[in-house]
């Protein structure tokens, strides 16, 4: 199966946000990356997906014509949560469309770090463009979206591997730590909390002992987990509650009847009177005109070891629980996890394509030997990629589309949706019920707007990240 494409029919009054002929356009947005990103039949050959168990039953899918209240597409974090919330608290009749199982996007690939994030910008950033009492207001949800998580597996238990208590960042030379001492007064003045800053020799005492250590700042709030146990987790849970999943149910064609909407998969179609968008990174540009051109996706790509034994931890002194990243110019999060494989993640380049992959996986291999040379030669077992969506403005974006309140989208959290993504689920259900209590910050409801060459929006990398980040993308491409 190569790329799916989706027909809608919209008409002439759709959006129309960028200056090429729509030939051209298509075929660029058909080459934006490499099939091997969307291909249902390759293998993710991720370490989540091995170590998950049995996938989730009784998601079959669309078989003839059926009929809902609310359809949701995209069976990952934010599809769930909100059909879980719609079904459960409002008695909604609810089916999530799914083009190949839950948690087979992003939702189920990433580093699985619950964390503080969500939006592209700095809360410093979002005070100058939004005022303090919003970049507050963003610091309380993501406080929120974590306790939500949390509160989520636990009430309804969830065996999602819960590991470790904050987030850790180490600084690699002087520069970075002066960063990170900035960072902690930063959080101090709009969040009200502290973050706690650890000299060099401390990081090596208490979290691990290597090379290139100039301190570090451990962020209260977050954890880490298996995403693919949480996700599978949220789709048992939305199952309990009433919710219809339909696996292997691409959209292929979309359009209305009177105030209702058409959702034609392969096997079917599904008649609702209400739809949420919620493919994120998976989103493509013809699904409907709201979206078209709005989304960055971006290749992400982790690697986990084989197990470590006691002895070759022992050999960095590695004692930290929590998940961890670092200031160097190419990002990468990374963590030890309860069985003692070492998982790390980071950019994935601007193809797709299979062999840019094994140039990536190496590129990683070589950062983990850069931070624990002694484990450098420990073999890398698992190795696949996702997607991080970003907007065209650096913001989350969820609400009503504008001029049609029966479509509603929530999309783009930057890189950081383990739990921006639960949270903005609930939100947004609460916006489609009408029952909506949740207080969403501006940042969030302001509407989702083009890049404005959407054919060329991969090089909004070099925008928001210079010429080095960019250059570290192209390399080895």
Same mark, same amino acid.
């Given at each position: 199966?190569?790329?799916?494409?989706?027909?809608?029919?919209?008409?002439?009054?759709?959006?129309?946000?960028?200056?090429?002929?729509?030939?051209?356009?298509?075929?660029?947005?058909?080459?934006?990356?490499?099939?091997?990103?969307?291909?249902?039949?390759?293998?993710?050959?991720?370490?989540?997906?091995?170590?998950?168990?049995?996938?989730?039953?009784?998601?079959?899918?669309?078989?003839?014509?059926?009929?809902?209240?609310?359809?949701?597409?995209?069976?990952?974090?934010?599809?769930?949560?909100?059909?879980?919330?719609?079904?459960?608290?409002?008695?909604?009749?609810?089916?999530?469309? #799914?083009?190949? @199982?839950?948690?087979?996007? $992003?939702? !189920?690939?990433? /580093? =699985?770090?619950?964390?503080?994030? &969500?939006? *592209? %910008?700095?809360?410093?950033?979002?005070?100058?463009?939004?005022?303090?009492?919003?970049?507050?207001?963003?610091?309380?949800?993501?406080?929120?979206?974590?306790?939500?998580?949390?509160?989520?597996?636990?009430?309804?238990?969830?065996?999602?591997?819960?590991?470790?208590?904050?987030?850790?960042?180490?600084?690699?030379?002087?520069?970075?730590?002066?960063?990170?001492?900035?960072?902690?007064?930063?959080?101090?003045?709009?969040?009200?909390?502290?973050?706690?800053?650890?000299?060099?020799? #401390?990081?090596? @005492?208490?979290?691990?002992? $290597?090379? !290139?250590?100039? /301190? =570090?700042?451990?962020?209260?709030? &977050?954890? *880490? %987990?298996?995403?693919?146990?949480?996700?599978?987790?949220?789709?048992?849970?939305?199952?309990?509650?009433?919710?219809?999943?339909?696996?292997?149910?691409?959209?292929?064609?979309?359009?209305?009847?009177?105030?209702?909407?058409?959702?034609?998969?392969?096997?079917?179609?599904?008649?609702?009177?209400?739809?949420?968008?919620?493919?994120?990174?998976?989103?493509?540009?013809?699904?409907?005109?709201?979206?078209?051109?709005?989304?960055?996706?971006?290749?992400?790509?982790?690697?986990?070891?084989?197990?470590?034994?006691?002895?070759?931890? $022992?050999?960095?002194?590695?004692?930290?629980?929590?998940?961890?990243?670092?200031?160097?110019?190419?990002?990468?999060?990374?963590?030890?996890?309860?069985?003692?494989?070492?998982?790390?993640?980071?950019?994935?380049?601007?193809?797709?394509?299979?062999?840019?992959?094994?140039?990536?996986?190496?590129?990683?291999?070589?950062?983990?030997?850069?931070?624990?040379?002694?484990?450098?030669?420990?073999?890398?077992?698992?190795?696949?990629?996702?997607?991080?969506?970003?907007?065209?403005?650096?913001?989350?974006?969820?609400?009503?589309?504008?001029?049609?309140?029966?479509?509603?989208?929530?999309?783009?959290?930057?890189?950081?949706?383990?739990?921006?993504?639960?949270?903005?689920?609930?939100?947004?259900?609460?916006?489609?019920?009408?029952?909506?209590?949740?207080?969403?910050?501006?940042?969030?409801?302001?509407?989702?707007?083009?890049?404005?060459?959407?054919?060329?929006?991969?090089?909004?990398?070099?925008?928001?990240?210079?010429?080095?980040?960019?250059?570290?993308?192209?390399?080895?491409?």
């Amino acid at each position: 199966m190569g790329v799916p494409s989706v027909e809608n029919d919209f008409g002439a009054g759709s959006p129309a946000p960028f200056l090429l002929s729509a030939p051209v356009t298509q075929w660029v947005m058909a080459k934006l990356f490499h099939d091997a990103m969307y291909n249902p039949d390759r293998p993710v050959a991720s370490h989540w997906e091995a170590s998950a168990g049995e996938p989730v039953s009784g998601c079959a899918p669309v078989d003839g014509d059926v009929t809902c209240d609310v359809a949701v597409i995209g069976g990952g974090f934010t599809g769930l949560s909100a059909a879980l919330h719609l079904a459960r608290d409002d008695q909604i009749a609810v089916r999530v469309i #799914e083009a190949v @199982e839950p948690g087979w996007g $992003a939702s !189920g690939r990433n /580093g =699985g770090h619950c964390c503080f994030g &969500g939006a *592209g %910008l700095d809360p410093d950033e979002i005070a100058a463009e939004f005022g303090e009492d919003v970049a507050r207001q963003n610091i309380t949800t993501q406080r929120e979206a974590i306790d939500l998580v949390r509160d989520l597996a636990l009430t309804n238990d969830l065996d999602i591997d819960m590991q470790g208590q904050g987030e850790l960042c180490v600084a690699h030379n002087a520069r970075s730590m002066d960063e990170l001492r900035d960072e902690t007064e930063l959080w101090k003045r709009l969040g009200g909390f502290d973050c706690e800053l650890y000299a060099a020799d #401390e990081v090596r @005492e208490q979290m691990y002992d $290597a090379p !290139g250590i100039s /301190g =570090g700042m451990l962020f209260p709030f &977050g954890f *880490g %987990l298996h995403p693919m146990k949480y996700a599978r987790g949220l789709a048992r849970l939305a199952q309990k509650h009433g919710v219809t999943i339909h696996g292997r149910s691409p959209v292929t064609r979309w359009h209305r009847e009177g105030r209702r909407h058409r959702l034609v998969t392969p096997g079917g179609s599904v008649l609702a009177n209400k739809v949420l968008i919620a493919t994120n990174g998976f989103t493509r540009d013809e699904l409907h005109p709201a979206v078209d051109g709005c989304l960055l996706p971006v290749i992400s790509e982790i690697i986990a070891t084989r197990p470590l034994t006691e002895n070759e931890l $022992a050999r960095h002194r590695y004692q930290a629980t929590m998940p961890l990243y670092d200031k160097r110019p190419m990002f990468a999060y990374y963590r030890v996890l309860p069985d003692n494989r070492v998982h790390m993640g980071g950019p994935g380049g601007m193809t797709g394509t299979p062999a840019s992959k094994e140039r990536w996986r190496s590129r990683l291999k070589q950062r983990l030997a850069t931070i624990w040379p002694e484990w450098r030669d420990v073999e890398v077992e698992y190795c696949w990629r996702g997607f991080v969506c970003l907007s065209s403005d650096g913001l989350t974006h969820l609400g009503p589309v504008e001029n049609d309140p029966s479509v509603f989208y929530s999309l783009a959290y930057h890189g950081n949706g383990v739990a921006m993504a639960t949270w903005s689920g609930r939100a947004v259900a609460g916006l489609i019920s009408g029952h909506a209590n949740r207080n969403i910050p501006a940042t969030m409801t302001q509407p989702l707007k083009p890049f404005p060459i959407p054919a060329l929006r991969k090089f909004r990398i070099y925008r928001r990240y210079g010429g080095r980040m960019l250059r570290t993308l192209l390399g080895g491409e």
